[in-house]
């Protein structure tokens, strides 16, 4: 199986929860080795995906969209039963904002460059479209993240801002990037 159009997209339950943990922590050490970009904001070289966000997704999947700490999961599936991907979108913090989603996503890395984050994205927007009230969709990103930037951009992503210099990451600086993308017209 070489495309990525014959990968299932489904909705995560509670018990996928564990594989999906142990994916996420194995596509960390993906994070800024060899020379790859981070694309996410803690040091190359962490074993572990920080404690707050598993909590965060163990809770938020349980929570009525638009409630404070929602969260909903979807993950690509291979032949074998792994997970080739995932994407996920939740409520913003501001109480103000129950009518925009942050998005967060990845790739396993023998899965990339087949077509599976374009799906990904298609899926969490018709799902958000269809099943919800949200009209926006944001995310922000580390701007020297060039795969995962044009992704966004090709898929209708605009660059709202980019700040320089937002994280320092084991002692270096990194720009910002914020991105938004509007589902129907308010
Ligand atoms: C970013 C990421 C999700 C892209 O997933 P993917 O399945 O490889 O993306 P696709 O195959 O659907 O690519 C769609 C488009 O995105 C862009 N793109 C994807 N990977 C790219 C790369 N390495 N270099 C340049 N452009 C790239 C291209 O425009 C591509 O279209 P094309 O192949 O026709 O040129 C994947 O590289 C990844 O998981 N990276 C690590 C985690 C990450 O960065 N997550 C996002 C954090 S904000």
């Known amino acids: 199986m070489d495309n990525a159009a014959a990968l299932t997209i489904r909705p995560a339950g509670e018990t996928d929860l564990s594989p999906f943990f142990a994916y996420l922590d194995d596509h960390l050490r993906d994070n800024g080795a060899d020379g790859t970009p981070l694309f ?21 999947i349980d929570i009525p969209v638009g409630q404070p700490g929602w969260r909903r999961l979807w993950l690509a599936i291979d032949a074998y039963g792994d997970i080739a991907g995932h994407i996920d979108l939740r409520g913003r913090p501001e109480p103000a904002a129950t009518h925009r989603a942050m998005l967060g996503m990845g790739v396993h890395r023998v899965w990339r460059r087949r077509g599976l984050g374009r799906r990904l994205l298609e899926t969490a927007a018709q799902w958000a479209r269809a099943e919800t009230d949200v009209d926006w969709i944001d995310l922000e990103v580390l701007s020297e993240n060039l795969p995962a930037v044009d992704l966004y951009a090709r898929a209708g992503f605009t660059t709202v801002a980019r700040v320089a210099d937002m994280l320092r990451i084991a002692g270096i600086s990194h720009d910002l990037s914020y991105m938004t993308f509007r589902l129907r017209e308010g």
């Open 40 to 60: 996410q904001p803690i040091a190359p070289g962490q074993p572990r995906l920080p404690a707050g966000l598993r909590i965060a997704f163990i809770k938020g």
